[in-house]
């Protein structure tokens, strides 16, 4: 009698046996990955677990060095003013077109994406990895997250959904729900630094009333919480769940947006006794919940401590790669020899596969710390850059000093804390702008101490790597266009 295991699946291939036969099954891919994102970030190393991976980037971060990232020629596009648009331009370029021709197709991966997006690779031949973009939009209202998590037993923050156009129904609104007068009050799209807002009187309501009005809120009771981020793939073997992250967010030398984010701190200790199992609880049953929606592979969900009562609450989903997907692949590959991305990979492949998801689970568990930092420019001027950091491994000395010291094409490329992996974003002829991505660190230890302040090092590497940078005044004559929303970690 045949071992069912063997016996081919649906699409001629048998069932993968563990690990072992994912990893092979992987490596031997030859069908075309491609990661079209404005830098590599996102899953940069991917390519070393994954055959047939490769970026299609807008930026040069590499300056050509990077022998798996593909930067189309420049040519005349509108100008930018999201990460949709970023996708759209690079999917339509004639050189992307061409490749994909010679690939005779192959799959995409976005970090954001829109119906225009899809239409656009259906007509190159390219399926899309990744769950539809009308779900997504749908998934990524505040409102929808709130009633999926209640409907899965996830919990937000006491909270009341409704409406309000006046400081009085606001208030009539909380108050049936014994919410007080201290409120956090959150329109349905947007980033949260954006679209979150502290009432707590009538002067806060006419400062923030023209963004709430005829919209759908979520209002919250105020707490004091520590605000934190996680990772999760939800597959058809149950939710996998990736390190807890602490946000590092607000800090004035690193971002000029209050409340904005900053970075991730993964740091085991700084969570009390038991908290960590409850978020990794919260993030499967919300995976669950996601895959019953149709919903498949990676999300980002953010949490809420309450310090006071250590009580975890549901903060918002983000239904797509994020900026928690590259510590998140770094941890689970350096420390249980397995990047949580794959199992995303394996739901869109049209492969069947059988593990040990509560093994998998256990290899993520005991990791140490590392940080990584989004230093944007937080000075009000717009100037051309003339010399930027180049990417790779940077060094600081005992004095607090940086400096480059070899080129390095992953993050897992560092040695020792004090050294540290720089991506580069915005390098020579491009323009410099309040709130503009300047570049990405990510480095072994904390940068966050334990009452969430910067540590002095955090400082120093924010300050030595902005010094690299020289700019030059703009003529007077010479008009730009920069992005009216294409701030907040826009390109990671």
């Keep these: 009698m045949p071992d069912v295991n063997h016996e081919p699946t649906r699409n001629g291939r048998r069932k993968l046996q563990g690990l072992s036969e994912i990893f092979t099954f992987l490596r031997k891919n030859q069908k075309p990955i491609y990661v079209v994102t404005p830098t590599p970030f996102s899953l940069l190393g991917l390519e070393q677990w994954v055959g047939g991976v490769e970026f299609i980037n807008y930026f040069d971060i590499f300056d050509g060095h990077h022998p798996r990232s593909f930067v189309p020629t420049p040519m005349a596009h509108e100008d ?3 990460m949709e648009d970023v996708a759209n331009y690079l999917v339509s370029h004639p050189e992307f077109r061409q490749r994909v021709s010679d690939d005779h197709g192959g799959m995409a991966l976005f970090v954001m994406f829109n119906e225009e997006t899809e239409k656009r690779c259906k007509e190159a031949g390219v399926s899309i990895a990744l769950a539809p973009a009308a779900l997504r939009e749908r998934l990524d209202s505040k409102i929808v997250t709130t009633q999926l998590g209640n409907e899965a037993g996830v919990l937000s923050a006491p909270n009341v959904l409704g409406e309000a156009d006046t400081y009085t129904q606001l208030n009539e609104l909380a108050s049936g729900s014994g919410l007080g007068s201290d409120l956090v009050v959150q ?6 630094g954006r679209t979150t807002f502290f009432i707590s009187s009538e002067n806060d309501w006419n400062r923030y009333s023209a963004k709430i009005i005829g919209q759908k809120l979520k209002v919250m009771k105020r707490i004091n919480h520590l605000p934190g981020t996680v990772e999760g793939c939800a597959t058809r073997h149950g939710t996998l769940v990736g390190p807890v992250m602490t946000d590092i967010t607000g800090f004035e030398e690193i ?5 904005g984010w900053c970075g991730n ?3 085991p200790g700084i969570l009390p006794e038991g908290v960590p199992a409850k978020v990794q609880d919260m993030v499967k049953s919300f995976g669950e919940r996601l895959y019953a ?3 498949k592979g990676v999300f980002c969900l953010d949490f809420l ?4 009562t250590n009580d975890v609450y549901l903060g918002e989903l983000n239904p797509r790669i994020s ?4 510590p998140t692949n770094l941890v689970t590959a350096t420390y249980g020899g397995c990047p949580l991305f794959l199992f ?4 869109y492949m049209d492969v069947d596969y059988e593990v040990d998801i509560a093994d998998i689970q256990h290899r993520w568990t005991d990791y140490d710390h590392w940080t990584q930092l989004i230093f944007k420019q937080t000075e009000d001027k717009v100037e051309l850059i003339t010399r930027a950091p180049q990417s790779g491994i940077w060094q600081m000395d005992a004095d607090g000093e940086v400096s480059f010291v070899r080129p390095a094409l992953n993050i897992t490329s560092v040695g020792q804390e004090d050294e540290a992996f720089y991506l580069r974003v915005y390098g020579n002829g491009d323009y410099c702008y309040h709130g503009a991505d300047l570049g990405c660190l990510l480095t072994r230890g904390r940068m966050q101490t334990d009452k969430r302040e910067l540590t002095e090092r955090a400082k120093l590497w924010n300050t030595g790597i902005k010094k690299q940078f020289t700019s030059v005044p703009l003529q007077p004559d010479l008009e730009i266009n920069l992005p009216d929303n294409f701030a907040e970690g826009k390109w990671f």
Excluded at 187 to 192: A, F, K, L, Q, R
Excluded at 255 to 259: F, N
Excluded at 344 to 347: D, F, G, Q
Aim: aromatic content about 12%; glycine content about 12%.
């Design 80 to 82: 930018f003013q999201s």
């Design 187 to 192: 329109t349905p799209y947007g980033d949260s």
């Design 255 to 259: 971002t000029p947006y209050k409340g």
């Design 265 to 267: 701190d993964i740091a």
């Design 293 to 295: 929606e149709g919903y």
């Design 305 to 308: 401590l309450d310090t006071d």
């Design 323 to 326: 900026g928690a997907t590259p």
């Design 344 to 347: 995303h990979l394996l739901e």
